[in-house]
């Protein structure tokens, strides 16, 4: 039997797997119930509206992303590796940008053009990297921090632009490498 929780987990999955695919505007309910496998008169148990599923969608983004800003805190002292590290994050997902974009950046671009409630918080996303790099630019004794921090995650975001316009994963690849070098010169 089916426990409750993997009924949510998979209806939550189903909706970031068709909102990066197609766009929240074209994903529907009954979309997510059948990507899932759930059926359509469960979904409303967890989620009410398509608002209700496309917020547990940003809120899982924005927690997977603190968690993994978290996680590398811990496991590397040094923070120009740091950020090394998270620019290299990008290159593992190189096939998927160049397909598709930027999950977080093409939702974002999305939501904003309603400049909604939503859109705020899914904002807070990449607010959320830019705090964290503005701490790492600090840590390396950098006066301009916080607007090393904003270059770095736009060039992250337009490196993902491009690999998606171009559909190159070798444009991902290349720009990671040259971005590393900018960060380990500093």
Do not use: H
């Not at 990507?35 to 409303?44: A, D, F, H």
């Not at 398509?50 to 603190?66: F, L, N, P, Q, R």
């Amino acid at each position: 039997m089916v426990r409750v929780s993997d009924k949510r987990e998979r209806l939550l999955e189903a909706a970031k797997v068709l909102i990066y695919r197609q766009g929240l505007a074209q994903t529907t309910l009954a979309d997510i119930a059948e990507e899932s496998g759930v059926p359509l008169g469960n979904v409303y148990y967890y989620f009410k509206t398509k608002e209700d599923i496309a917020t547990a969608v940003v809120e899982d983004y924005k927690s997977g992303v603190v968690e993994t800003l978290r996680q590398l805190d811990e496991r590397e002292a040094d923070p120009k590796q740091r950020l090394v590290w998270f620019i290299k994050r990008l290159a593992a997902f190189k096939e998927e940008i160049a397909d598709r974009g930027c999950r977080v950046g093409s939702l974002c671009q999305e939501l904003n053009k309603d400049a909604g409630p939503l859109a705020s918080r899914a904002d807070d996303i990449i607010a959320a990297e830019i705090k964290w790099a503005t701490a790492q630019f600090k840590l390396l004794g950098r006066k301009d921090a916080a607007d090393l921090a904003v270059q770095m995650v736009a060039t992250l975001q337009g490196i993902s632009l491009l690999a998606n316009t171009l559909k190159s994963p070798a444009v991902v690849g290349r720009q990671v490498t040259l971005l590393c070098e900018w960060v380990n010169g500093m």
